[in-house]
């Protein structure tokens, strides 16, 4: 009986072991499918490549915004860090799990858009919504709408590129594909996170960027942080000491892939005519007169 029992208990260890090697067999697999295109060459020609540098932002968005402090928090050291302690004027208005559709109907995505005279607001969807067959539709039709909405209030829309999951990494084409696409119809800048986080991943740095299958580390909010600099901004944030707290080498070559990535999905860096801003014959520009007050909205944090 003894024996019998010995013999069950190692069939049922042996199962166990290979339950646990077909799951990371797949895991594995689906880790290793690789984008199949150059995304970079194959994307259309961006319809906007630069706006004039925005004196206040509002990041409309969900969890993929605000972790880790906030890309807005983090953009804002690292401008401050650029620009001799020049503070910008950034809030957000994040819900987890949101999609595009969820703050268009959402009354204090309205109150956000309505606080102040805003120069960019960015949009983010949640990362399936740009890249599922059965929300693509959605995604699109409510990119509209929230552009129009922020150009209603007299802000410029910006739509934040978000990036695949870690298992999932070909996601990245219909991400890209989709903002870039939403970009264009919509006549608005697309600030390619999505594309840095792409890049990276392909030098095989050993650097996480993500916290979990979908979430950033803060390595890879810091990353996205960088590419909002050198989109919406125009600027290398190559040599900026702000780091967030990550090691200086890592910070350094994190600023290096954002400002190539940027310069990658602009073409090698040709910028077309800079869009103005709505508010910018109002207003002194931020440079000379920077703001000394910075908001933040966070539902659900």
């Known amino acids: 009986m003894r024996r019998m029992a010995i ?8 199962g166990t072991g290979l339950i646990a090697l077909v799951l990371i067999a797949a895991s594995l697999t689906a880790c ?34 605000y972790f880790n402090e906030g890309i807005d928090h983090h953009l804002r050291e690292i401008y401050r860090s650029a620009h ?5 004027t950034i809030e957000r208005q994040t819900t987890p799990n949101q999609t595009l559709r969820g703050h268009y109907e959402d009354p204090a995505t309205k109150e956000a858009l309505r606080r102040r005279d805003w120069d960019i607001v960015v949009i ?5 919504e740009a890249a599922g067959a059965d929300t693509m539709a959605e995604f699109h039709e409510y990119a509209a709408r929230l552009a129009q909405l922020t150009r209603n209030t007299g802000a410029e829309p910006a ?7 870690w298992s999932e990494p070909a996601m990245i084409e219909q991400i890209a594909q989709a903002y870039v696409e939403a970009g264009n119809a919509n006549r608005a800048l697309v600030v390619p996170a999505g594309l840095a986080w792409e890049q990276f991943r392909r030098e095989r740095a050993a650097i996480s960027l993500y916290s979990d299958n979908r979430h950033p580390s803060t390595a890879g909010t810091y990353l996205a942080a ?40 602009n073409r090698r860096g040709e910028q077309g005519p800079l869009k103005p801003l709505a508010h910018r014959s109002r207003v ?15 539902t659900g944090k």
């Open 284 to 298: 002194p520009t931020l440079l000379m007169e920077p703001s000394a007050v910075v908001g933040e909205i966070a």
């Open 7 to 14: 013999l069950k208990n190692h069939r049922r260890q042996l």
């Open 84 to 88: 001799d302690g020049t503070v910008l």
């Open 226 to 265: 960088c590419v909002f600099l050198a989109s919406l901004f125009n600027e290398s944030p190559v040599g900026i000491r702000y780091s967030a707290g990550l090691p200086r080498q890592e910070a350094a070559f994190l600023q290096k892939v954002a400002w190539d990535a940027v310069q990658r999905s």
């Open 124 to 128: 983010q969807a949640a990362s399936y």
């Open 159 to 165: 739509f934040f590129m978000t990036w695949a999951f």
């Open 32 to 65: 290793t499918q690789e984008p199949s295109v150059n995304l970079f060459e194959s994307l259309p020609e961006p319809a906007v490549r630069a706006v004039e540098p925005p004196r206040s932002i509002l990041f409309i968005g969900n969890s993929f915004t």
